[in-house]
């Protein structure tokens, strides 16, 4: 019922900026919490950052002060603007959402994932 669609990855040197987006399509009753989570190839998944429906944010201690989450609930988007950037902060990057369906069921929906590269 909710799709997500992740844009802006790409390839950045060290001390860079990229700002991710992702893109809500379909319908809901609501949009709950929603989260960037990343993944390094032979490293475990982790969450980077959420932010619930009302704009309360939460960071991993490896991105606080370089990260910023932030939604739009009228476009129900959810963007990651990610400054300093480290080679430690390549990975595929995910959005996540929870959200509650017309039939009452909260479900989870995952977007494809966008690749950041930080590179000299």
């Known amino acids: 019922q909710v799709q997500l669609k992740e844009s802006g990855g790409g390839l950045v040197q060290p001390g860079g900026s990229l700002r991710l987006s992702c893109a809500s399509s379909g319908v809901a009753y609501s949009i709950d919490d929603m989260r960037w989570y990343r993944q390094a190839p032979g490293k475990q998944r982790e969450l980077v950052a959420s932010i619930t429906s009302g704009g309360i944010a939460s960071y991993a201690d490896s991105v606080k002060g370089r990260f910023t989450i932030s939604r739009d609930s009228a476009k129900i988007t959810v963007s990651l603007q990610m400054n300093s950037l480290k080679p430690d902060d390549t990975a595929v990057y995910y959005c996540?959402?929870?959200?509650?369906?017309?039939?009452?069921?909260?479900?989870?929906?995952w977007g494809q994932g966008t690749q950041v590269t930080v590179s000299s």
């Open positions: 996540n959402a929870d959200y509650m369906a017309l039939g009452g069921k909260t479900l989870v929906s």
